[in-house]
């Protein structure tokens, strides 16, 4: 069984960065795929970055359009998520998720694994 614990939410002012985390700890492949999903309240949960498990692969949706940057630390089994120059319209909870199979992850689907979420808030 896959566990994510996020990390790196919190209160920025737009054109303000923030950097989320998440730990992964389970029995994990480098077939599998991690990956960044963010939801705001009333909308469909978006999916906007993912890479291989320890590397490669990498796919940005176009709304963030690589200003976003995923990452890893193979050491500490953690993905990052790099935030610069936030909008207050990317206001909304953003969550890790991680799935066996290829990778793009560009949707959600029930077999993947979840974090539990953090909030970003960005305000005008």
């Known amino acids: 069984r896959i566990q994510l614990m996020e990390a790196g939410g919190g209160s920025v002012q737009a054109g303000g960065s923030l950097t989320l985390s998440c730990v992964v700890s389970g029995i994990t492949y480098t077939s599998d795929c991690v990956g960044w999903f963010r939801q705001a309240p009333g909308s469909e949960r978006e999916a906007i970055a993912s890479?291989?498990?320890?590397?490669?692969?990498?796919w940005y949706a176009r709304s963030v359009n690589r200003r976003f940057t995923i990452s890893q630390d193979n050491a500490k089994d953690t993905a990052y998520l790099q935030m610069p120059n936030m909008a207050a319209n990317e206001t909304a909870m953003y969550y890790c998720?991680?799935?066996?199979?290829?990778?793009?992850?560009?949707?959600?689907?029930?077999?993947?694994?979840w974090g539990q979420g953090t909030q970003v808030t960005v305000s005008e």
């Open positions: 998720a991680y799935g066996g199979g290829d990778c793009p992850i560009k949707r959600p689907a029930e077999s993947m694994y």
């Open positions: 890479q291989y498990w320890r590397g490669g692969g990498t």
